[in-house]
């Protein structure tokens, strides 16, 4: 939590432009002493100091800069990573749904056909009383087929 904190701070823009400023102002008075001495008349006392300073601040700038690449790429790799895993659960999602539809209109049509068998039946004995008592073989077997379906 701290280490992320200071990390954040250390790679943050303002700290990355506050070093390159003075990797600037270190490689003007190191470097460049014609123009820093029109300014500051003394500044050529300090070329041999902002020479180490550039160096160092050169140095802390590549590190800083890299450590925040790296990071990004990081971050950028596990996002890659949660997205394809999401596109995964999305797949998986949409199969279970179209078996799931597939199954729906199986049951459906054996449930149109049993309904069938019904109105068939109904039609054959539902108006005459004295179909209860005119069974068959053949209908009693019939009989025993639409409740072996009922049972699947």
């Not at 460049?32 to 300014?39: A, F, K, N, S, T």
């Not at 800083?64 to 999305?90: C, H, P, W, Y």
Request: aromatic residues 8%.
């Amino acid at each position: 939590m701290m280490t992320d904190l200071f990390w954040n701070a250390a790679t943050s823009t303002l700290a990355l432009s506050l070093i390159s400023l003075v990797l600037a102002a270190a490689f003007l008075v190191a470097h460049v002493p014609g123009i820093v001495e029109r300014l500051w008349p003394q500044a050529y006392v300090y070329a041999k100091a902002a020479a180490l300073v550039q160096a160092l601040a050169a140095a802390l700038l590549f590190f800083l800069v890299g450590f925040r690449v790296a990071d990004e790429r990081s971050v950028t790799r596990q996002l890659k990573n949660d997205l394809a895993f999401k596109e995964m659960q999305i797949e998986d999602s949409e199969a279970t749904a179209k078996e799931a539809e597939r199954l729906k209109a199986e049951a459906d049509a054996k449930a149109d056909e049993a309904k069938e068998k019904l109105d068939d039946f109904r039609k054959k004995f539902g108006d005459r009383p004295e179909a209860v008592c005119a069974f068959t073989a053949d209908d009693l077997e019939r009989l025993r087929a639409l409740g072996r379906a009922k049972r699947r």
